[in-house]
C-alpha cells in the first residue's frame, strides 16, 4: 500500500465553525507533513510531525491545530478560519527525509 | 536559502523527449537535487533526485552539471499523462532536522504536452 488518503476531498465552513482534515498512511512511515496550497502557487510547508512528535511550525496561525495520533495518522484542526485560508491542504508521508508521498488534498472553501 | 530558477512554462509534442532546466547557482556541496511533479487535480508526486552523478530511475533521468550549479530532467517520451507541474527543489542533508532539510516549492515549470 503506497497510498496517502486524506478526507474529506471537500469540505466548505463558515469563519464560526470547528472542523478537521485527516490524513492516514499504512507504509510505516515515521514523518508526516502538512502543506498548504493556492489556486496555481506551489505548495507551502505547514507543519512536520517526527515519530508523533511536533518537529516543524512554519509559523502557522494557531487557528490551525496539527495532531498526530498514531504513527499512521495526522489531523489538521481548523478553528475560526478566514476566507484566505481557502484552499488546498495536502497531506505527505516519508520514511525520515526520504520520498514524500503525497495525499490527493482537501479542497478547503471557507466562507 | 539556496534557490532555484526555472522557466514559467514549456511545450513538447508527444513521444518526444523533453528537456526541462533547473538553475541553482547557489546550491552548496551538501545539497541534493529533488524533482517532483503535479498533475492537474493531485497532490505532487516524488520523480527523481541525485547529488553529483547523474541518474536514471522508470521515471526519467537528471543530468547534473560538472558545477552543479544547474541540472536537467530528462523525459526520454513525453506522453499526455506527463502534463503538469515540474518542481526542481534543492534539500540540504545537513539541515534535515530544519526547514531547508525539508522540500521548499518554488514555482516549477508548467510543461504541455501536444498530441
Known amino acids: 500500500d503506497t497510498e496517502v488518503t486524506q478526507t474529506p476531498k471537500h469540505l466548505v465552513m463558515g469563519m464560526t465553525n470547528k472542523k478537521s482534515l485527516k490524513c492516514e498512511q499504512h507504509m510505516g512511515h515515521r514523518a508526516m507533513y502538512w502543506y498548504k496550497q493556492k489556486a496555481k502557487k506551489p505548495p507551502e510547508l505547514m507543519f512536520v510531525y517526527s515519530y508523533e512528535k511536533l518537529s516543524i511550525n512554519e509559523s502557522v496561525p494557531s487557528r490551525f491545530s496539527p495532531e498526530c495520533p498514531n504513527s499512521s495518522l495526522l489531523n489538521l484542526h481548523l478553528h475560526a478560519l478566514q476566507p484566505e485560508d481557502s484552499a488546498l491542504y495536502l497531506c505527505?508521508?516519508?520514511?525520515?527525509?526520504?520520498?514524500?508521498?503525497f495525499g490527493p488534498g482537501t479542497r478547503l472553501t471557507v466562507l | 536559502d539556496a534557490k532555484t530558477t526555472q522557466p514559467n512554462s514549456m511545450e513538447s509534442n508527444e513521444e518526444e523527449p523533453v528537456h526541462l532546466p533547473c538553475n541553482h547557482s547557489?546550491?552548496?556541496?551538501?545539497?541534493?537535487i529533488h524533482w517532483y511533479r503535479q498533475l492537474p487535480s493531485q497532490g505532487p508526486e516524488y520523480v527523481i533526485h541525485g547529488l553529483t552523478s547523474n541518474v536514471n530511475n522508470r521515471m526519467a533521468s537528471l543530468a547534473i552539471a560538472e558545477d552543479r550549479k544547474s541540472s536537467t530532467l530528462i523525459l526520454h517520451r513525453a506522453t499526455l499523462r506527463d502534463a503538469a507541474v515540474y518542481y526542481c527543489?534543492?534539500?540540504?542533508?545537513?539541515?534535515?532536522?530544519?526547514?531547508?532539510?525539508?522540500?521548499?516549492f518554488g514555482k516549477g515549470t508548467k510543461l504541455s504536452v501536444k498530441p
Open positions: 547557489t546550491i552548496s556541496g551538501t545539497d541534493y
Open positions: 527543489i534543492l534539500r540540504d542533508v545537513e539541515r534535515l532536522g530544519g526547514s531547508q532539510g525539508n522540500l521548499i
Open positions: 505527505a508521508s516519508s520514511h525520515p527525509f526520504g520520498e514524500q508521498f
